[in-house]
């Protein structure tokens, strides 16, 4: 089975810190993605990586860089932490391109961050 | 703009009942199509898809769905309802490559089942 493993369940930061967040998948997929989950808004995507050292923005990238330095690894960073950025952070892989794009994405269990 | 829709916030049925979690969508092309559900406090598993074929697609736990090209729809269904599968269930569509686009999910924005005893 796939695993993906988010590196905190549960955190706590405060405005202005710079925050990271960890993710790591064990089955050599290529894509790997950040979603924040807010109630009434669903999944949003903040950015993904289709290789190594390559990402991309997703839908809302604003106050959010990513480093993609290893293939097994993909972290989140909060430049500046704020308030609004409290919410659940999900982490998911995917196999890549030469699978046609059809092959699910595997979720860890989400990081709950909350900004004071 | 291209778009997901899961109509209702929430389903409630009795445990024993037939469930159905409705999800329509608004792209262009054939997208491919996925459900996946969300337990508490836990990240997405995911359940089945539809790439091509049958237009019955079965997935994990019993459940199943059914594209529907005229309608362009994907509704989960299970024959009956355990209140194990109480939790949050999202139907998501990715775009296929040939119309350019990239690797992301347009996803709906879930529904919440209550499965009652």
């Known amino acids: 089975d796939v695993k993906v493993t988010q590196s905190s369940r549960y955190l706590v930061k405060r405005t202005g810190e710079k925050v990271f967040l960890e993710c790591v998948q064990d089955?050599?997929?290529?894509?790997m993605f950040w979603y924040r989950q807010d109630p009434g808004l669903g999944l949003r995507l903040i950015y993904f990586?289709?290789?190594?050292?390559?990402?991309e923005k997703g839908d809302i990238p604003e106050g959010y860089s990513v480093s993609r330095e290893k293939k097994e690894r993909f972290s989140l960073i909060l430049e500046s932490a704020s308030t609004n950025q409290t919410s659940m952070y999900l982490c998911?892989?995917?196999?890549?391109?030469?699978?046609?794009?059809?092959?699910?994405?595997?979720f860890g269990d989400g990081t709950r961050l909350s900004i004071l | 703009a291209q778009s997901v829709a899961q109509p209702e916030d929430q389903v409630n049925v009795a445990e024993g009942n037939p469930l159905t979690v409705k999800c329509t969508y608004s792209?262009?092309?054939?997208?491919?199509l996925f459900w996946y559900v969300q337990y508490p406090n836990r990240g997405l598993q995911f359940l089945l898809k539809?790439?091509?074929?049958d237009n019955l697609v079965k997935g994990s736990y019993g459940f199943e769905a059914e594209f529907n090209k005229s309608q362009t729809s994907f509704h989960l269904k299970k024959p009956s309802a355990l209140v194990s599968d109480s939790a949050l269930y999202f139907c998501?569509?990715?775009?296929?490559?040939?119309?350019?686009?990239?690797?992301?999910?347009?996803w709906g924005l879930g529904t919440s089942l209550a499965v009652n005893p």
């Open positions: 998501a569509v990715r775009l296929p490559l040939y119309a350019g686009n990239n690797r992301k999910l347009i």
């Open positions: 792209v262009s092309g054939n997208p491919y």
């Open positions: 539809y790439i091509t074929g």
């Open positions: 089955m050599d997929h290529e894509n």
């Open positions: 990586s289709y290789d190594v050292k390559m990402k």
């Open positions: 998911a892989s995917s196999l890549g391109r030469r699978f046609r794009q059809n092959q699910p994405q595997h």
